[in-house]
């Protein structure tokens, strides 16, 4: 470290650097259409790790990412990334899932199985090799979480992209996402069972017990103090959640998701929820993004991690697209339906990283899987608007259909 810098100094060119280089490729290389400003903000997370800048300026990178700095980005990063899964959790309405239980639990069933069949014949392709299973991590656990991977949707992107399409309001649109909450569920929940430590099942009973009777206090608090006391409370339920999902073994962010799933999305104004989801995002995802990018690692080779990537992405497309093909002849919906819904359904950006950064923190898979998974969610993500919007133009009466 520069004698000349102090620690703050090299810490505010790091937070300059994080918001200025995703932002001037965004704005001037006009990438809006095929990549939001949050998918670029993950890539350029990458471009910015040490596979990609530390390889290329070792000098500047060691200078810049300091241990001390990146603790520190380490530390907004952990509370940015919990505040997005607590709001993921809120948004998710159970009740219209329940309205259209059948439609749902099918689509939503077939949307999550068959690209997580996908992803584990990927993920036990994977394990013929070295370099790809974690230090911590078990053969099954690594195949369900490569599965898992692929057949996660991101569900507050899917929110961003739907937004973009002008059909979020529209009746496809709640459609689309009482699919992705019934799978957001799952998710979590085959991720608690991936974390499942047997030296700590205990803790991890007491947690799930504790939380079941102090979430039924939590809500009745809510209910009762007035709106504008909500938002404190709730900020302080996430993390006690989070501190005690994380003691018992099951990871802070796990906590986070329960924490939000229990807060009625009610409680609060719809705009301020908007205006929530928005401002985490602008101020302090990008930290999270870039302590991702400073993640990824390529020492297998780049060409395998690539490879991987590849095989991941195709595992994943084409499963969920499988999938919501046979449930339309299932539920025996319109032509071209299908391909609409596996397509917007097969995003994965934010929340398959958070799925990741978790199973790389507990060592489950290597800082490889890590990386090609990574390139998979921005490959995924990327397809998206380029391939739905066409087809939306083409098939305009299929956005009216409730069911």
């Not at 470290?1 to 995703?22: D, H, K, N, Y």
Request: proline share 3%; charged share 15%; hydrophobic share 60%.
């Amino acid at each position: 470290m520069s004698p000349a810098m102090t620690t703050t100094e090299i810490f505010l060119i790091a937070m300059a650097i994080i918001f200025t280089v995703p932002y001037l490729i965004w704005r001037f290389c006009k990438t809006d259409y095929y990549a939001p400003l949050v998918v670029v903000q993950i890539v350029t997370g990458i471009l910015l790790g040490p596979g990609i800048l530390g390889a290329a300026l070792p000098n500047y990178y060691n200078f810049v990412f300091n241990s001390v700095v990146v603790q520190s980005l380490n530390g907004i990063a952990w509370w940015a990334v919990m505040l997005f899964v607590f709001i993921a959790g809120i948004e998710l309405d159970l009740r219209k899932v329940w309205q259209y239980k059948r439609e749902s639990g099918v689509t939503a069933g077939l949307a999550l199985g068959v690209p997580l069949a996908f992803g584990s014949v990927a993920g036990l392709g994977m394990l013929a090799f070295d370099g790809w299973l974690g230090a911590q991590g078990m053969r099954w656990q690594f195949v369900l979480s490569v599965g898992m991977a692929c057949a996660v949707t991101a569900l507050p992107i899917l929110i961003l992209l739907m937004e973009k399409l002008e059909i979020l309001r529209q009746p496809i649109g709640q459609r689309i996402l009482r699919y992705a909450s019934l799978d957001d569920i799952a998710i979590w929940g085959v991720l608690a069972v991936i974390l499942l430590d047997w030296n700590r099942v205990g803790r991890q009973g007491v947690f799930l017990l504790g939380f079941a009777a102090i979430a039924y206090l939590y809500r009745k608090l809510m209910i009762n103090i007035p709106e504008r006391d909500r938002w404190y409370a709730g900020l302080i339920w996430l993390a006690v959640c989070g501190l005690a999902a994380d003691w018992a073994g099951l990871h802070y962010m796990v906590g986070a998701f329960l924490a939000g799933a229990v807060t009625d999305s009610e409680w609060f104004n719809l705009e301020d929820m908007d205006k929530m989801r928005h401002f985490v995002l602008l101020l302090i995802m990008p930290v999270f993004f870039l302590s991702t990018g400073l993640r990824t690692e390529w020492q297998v080779g780049g060409a395998a991690v690539f490879a991987a990537a590849a095989v991941l992405l195709v595992a994943s497309v084409s499963g969920k697209l499988a999938g919501l093909h046979l449930a339309a002849k299932i539920l025996n919906w319109q032509k071209g339906e299908a391909s609409i819904i596996g397509w917007l359904l097969q995003t994965k950006a934010l929340i398959m990283i958070v799925f990741a950064n978790v199973l790389l923190d507990k060592q489950i898979i290597s800082n490889e899987t890590f990386t090609a998974l990574l390139l998979m969610a921005v490959a995924s993500t990327m397809l998206t608007v380029p391939i739905v919007a066409p087809k939306l133009t083409r098939l305009k009466g299929i956005i009216s259909r409730s069911r």
